[in-house]
């Protein structure tokens, strides 16, 4: 369940999300969530990607930031723009841009990583063998976030080469989140617990 005024922005990371992603799964089932498309998802421009993101934001009355990957840079990049329709965000395996240039030959001119404090309620899920971000990069990147760190094992990328198809696990963190930004909303009704998907990480071409 969600607020009338709060839209849920999906926001994926390098080369998109396909549709047996996570995100386009939770797009297709939530009548009020809309995937942030790009126009160049192989070689992004944080400006760009931004401008997007802005357009996408203008069109609510106030939402809640579901990012995965790269996508999760974009978000924290908000800590130094302004954000005051941004609720609350969810960042789910967020990468370091070390490992993106090293694992893709394209050029990604994202600047430098984003380590201000976010001015909104987040919440990280992370994993144990991300090959995007080890979980020591992880902690640091929490802490500078002044974020709360939630890990779901030894999950890879938390993707559809993970094994994360519609995820519905995830669900419940989004629906913790929502009751952070908006306490005044009743509580969702909690979806049947599953056992979470755990498996080895590896380097994938798409994240």
């Known amino acids: 369940m969600r607020s009338a005024m709060i839209t849920t922005l999906l926001i994926p990371g390098l080369n998109g999300s396909t549709d047996d992603h996570w995100q386009r799964h939770w797009a297709r089932d939530d009548p009020q969530a809309v995937v942030v498309e790009q126009d160049d ?3 992004p421009v944080l400006g760009d990607w931004q401008q997007r993101l802005d ?13 995965h990957s790269l ?4 978000a924290a990049s908000y800590a130094a723009r302004p954000a005051g329709k941004i609720k609350g965000a969810l960042l789910v395996a967020p990468c370091s841009l070390e490992a993106v240039q ?4 394209c050029m990604v001119r994202f600047g430098d990583e984003p380590l201000d404090r976010l001015p909104f309620p987040n919440l990280v899920i992370g994993s ?3 090959p995007y971000m080890s979980i020591e990069q992880l902690e640091r990147h929490v ?6 760190l939630t890990t779901i094992g030894f999950a890879g990328h938390i993707n559809v080469a993970s094994g994360f198809g519609p995820w519905p696990q995830g669900r419940h963190f989004l629906d913790r989140l929502l ?9 969702p009704l909690a979806l049947p617990h599953t056992m ?3 498996v080895a990480g590896s380097q994938h071409s798409a994240i």
């Open 128 to 130: 144990l063998d991300d």
């Open 179 to 187: 009751r952070r930004a908006s306490p005044s909303l009743p509580a």
């Open 143 to 148: 802490a500078s976030w002044d974020s709360e």
């Open 196 to 198: 979470l998907k755990s």
């Open 55 to 67: 357009e996408a934001l203008s069109k609510t009355d106030g939402a809640l930031l579901v990012a």
């Open 41 to 43: 998802w192989a070689c």
């Open 102 to 105: 090293r694992l893709h030959p």
């Open 71 to 74: 996508g999760c840079l974009l």
